[in-house]
Every structure is written in C-alpha cells, then in structure tokens.
C-alpha cells in the first residue's frame, strides 16, 4: 500500500499540536481509539467548527466568532482605557489574572521590519483611527519585554503622544515568587535601576 | 449566550487528549487558530476518519482498519510463535523496540472478575481457538507485570499447556540503564531470585 495506515496519520497530525512529540501522539491516538472514541469525534468537530467559523473582532483583533467580541460588545467595559497586547493569548492571560475593567487591542505580532512586519502589519491604522476617536485617554503598553516588543511599545507611545493620550507601560522587575538566583542578569540590573522606596 | 464560545469549547474538547491540562489546551487551540489552521482542519479529518474507519483485527484483535491487520497479513512472519500482549500499544512498543517476527495476540484488557472482566472478555475463547488450529508451538507472554497482569499470564499458561504449547515469559528484573537506588523492592528481590551465571 502506498497510503501509510491511517493510525499513523492521525499519530503524525496529532503532532501539530505544541508540545506534542512522537511519544505523546501516539499515546493521544491509541487513548481516543480505544477508550474515548466520542471525545475524538466531539475533538473532530469543534476543530473543524473553530477554523472555519472563528475569526478576528473588527475592533480589538482579538478571536472571536462574532464580528465584535464579546469585551468589545460589553458596555460595562470602559473605553477610556485600552491595553495593548501583541496575541489573543496575551489578552486571554491577563482577563485570566487581574481584575482590568477597560479595552483591549490586539496587534497580533510585533514590528520587525527585516520580517517585513510593519505598522500596516499589526493594525496600527486601525489602532490610530482609534485614537482619533477621542475616547480613549490611557493606554497601557503590555507586549511583550523583548527587544522587538519594546521597539514596539515605543512607536505605539509615539503616536499616542500624537493624539495627546497618556501611555504607560507594564512594569518590569523580578517576578513575584522567583528566586533571584535564576533571574537573568538584564532583569536584575532593571529591577536594580528602577527600584522604588518602601 | 447560553452556550459557551466556541472557543471555550475547544479547549474544553482538547482536554481529552492525555496528559493535556488547562493550559496546555489554551495554548493548543491559539497554536492552531493563529499560526496552523490547516493543521487543525487536517487533524480534525483525520479524527473522524480514524473514529469511524479503525476497527480491530479479527486474528489478532489489535488495532486495524483492514479486517486483517497488516502484520497477520504478512506472509513473512512465523505463525508458531505468538507473543500475547494487553493492548494495541504494548504491541506497537514491541514491534519498534525489536526485531521479533513472529504474530501477536492482543487481549485488550486482563483478568479482572472484580470489574466482570473473565476469560471471554478479553478474547481467550477465540485464542483457544487458536491454539487448537496446531500451528503455533510457542506462546511469549508479554502481559503487564502487576497483580493483574501475572493472574492473565498464569491463566493463559494453564491453557496452553493443555493443548501442549509451550509457554515463556519475558524477564522480569531491572531495567537496563536503571540505578538500582530507584528500583522498588519487589523488583530487587525478583532480580535477586533470578539472578543468573555469568
């Protein structure tokens, strides 16, 4: 036969999935046939639910299977406050951990010109147009502290301060909980400069 | 909305995969939905087809979208020897681990009158049957080393004997590349019992 047997080809596209190796898939694949085979239809079928039907608000760029997600679409939210966030994760995360009542916008990446990922690229005429609205005042920069992010953050600030908006950025330091032993050494020596009195 | 976001629901559903947990699955439905949404469709094909099209192997009893699997279709494996294994899993472990040529028995379970799980449950009339064909002259018992899985080898080893099979075990002691430090003590004290010249 030259079609390898389909169990080897569900073991092989279970390993799409992050974090999933050899082993895993396998042990995925034999689990569904032999104890669960309604879990892998119902898997099956919100799988193919999800891609076809799931897309992006048309406001925050985050998910969404409606044209306004469901923050969007929430008056109890303020609009005066928007995060900005570089993935629907990153949003996902911080509607998880912390109690923030305003807006979000997702960039779905960060600027990385030598990508050719530019402004265009990750919305940032939407997210202008935005501004021009004149309702939102703050915005909080929360992509990620990495050197495309922070390059981001800036040009975000720039044209914030265009519009007269108030930027402030997540803060950095030594996560809660670590040991300082395991910080690396750019994060101590921020924490060190940006250091507050108690 | 009464029902949850579809999104929600797949990360719900991925949660049947072993070893997958909250997040793990959250990272697993935004892996897909961002970066691999042909992947996702893909895997959802192949769920469905694999759920509804892998059946079992009529001879054998493992895993097998043909009525026969490809490995007792195979004219170049030794039909007197028998290797008889609890699931379809532990048959694929062994096929990759070594080079054995002979055919396999999957029980598909053990031993077990306390859950209702006797003789015909897990498929020793249709071995008998086997058996009684005159072909096989050897039978390796390849059942799991607990309680469970000792009390199925026994049981099977009583029937064999009475057609006149011979029966062997796989070796039980430590594993290779193990440190004795970690090995359970009934396993010590089995290796110590059948320790062997050099």
């Given at each position: 036969?030259?079609?390898?047997?389909?169990?080897?080809?569900?073991?092989?596209?279970?390993?799409?999935?992050?974090?999933?190796?050899?082993?895993?898939?396998?042990?995925?694949?034999?689990?569904?046939?032999?104890?669960?085979?309604?879990?892998?239809?119902?898997?099956?079928?919100?799988?193919?639910?999800?891609?076809?039907?799931?897309?992006?608000?048309?406001r925050?760029?985050?998910?969404?299977?409606?044209?306004?997600?469901?923050?969007?679409?929430?008056?109890?939210?303020?609009p005066s406050?928007l995060?900005?966030?570089?993935?629907?994760?990153?949003?996902?995360?911080?509607?998880?951990?912390?109690?923030?009542?305003?807006?979000?916008f997702?960039?779905?990446?960060?600027?990385?010109?030598?990508?050719?990922?530019?402004p265009?690229?990750?919305g940032l005429e939407q997210l202008d147009q935005r501004f021009a609205e004149g309702v939102v005042r703050?915005i909080?920069?929360?992509?990620?502290?990495?050197?495309?992010?922070?390059?981001?953050?800036?040009?975000i600030?720039d044209m914030a301060r265009a519009r007269g908006i108030?930027?402030?950025?997540?803060?950095?330091?030594?996560?809660?909980?670590?040991?300082?032993?395991?910080?690396?050494?750019?994060?101590?020596?921020?924490?060190?400069?940006?250091?507050?009195?108690?």
């Amino acid at each position: 036969m030259s079609n390898p047997p389909l169990l080897q080809q569900l073991i092989a596209a279970l390993r799409c999935l992050p974090g999933v190796g050899a082993k895993s898939a396998q042990r995925m694949a034999y689990h569904l046939l032999e104890r669960d085979r309604e879990g892998g239809r119902h898997l099956a079928g919100l799988l193919t639910a999800s891609m076809d039907r799931i897309g992006h608000c048309t406001r925050c760029r985050t998910l969404s299977e409606t044209e306004l997600c469901n923050l969007c679409d929430n008056p109890h939210r303020d609009p005066s406050i928007l995060c900005i966030v570089e993935t629907p994760a990153d949003l996902m995360i911080i509607e998880q951990a912390i109690d923030y009542r305003g807006g979000y916008f997702v960039l779905g990446g960060r600027l990385s010109p030598l990508d050719g990922i530019g402004p265009r690229e990750i919305g940032l005429e939407q997210l202008d147009q935005r501004f021009a609205e004149g309702v939102v005042r703050e915005i909080i920069l929360a992509t990620n502290p990495t050197v495309e992010g922070e390059a981001t953050a800036q040009y975000i600030h720039d044209m914030a301060r265009a519009r007269g908006i108030k930027t402030t950025r997540i803060a950095q330091g030594v996560p809660m909980g670590g040991e300082l032993e395991y910080v690396d050494g750019a994060t101590l020596a921020h924490a060190f400069h940006e250091r507050s009195e108690i």
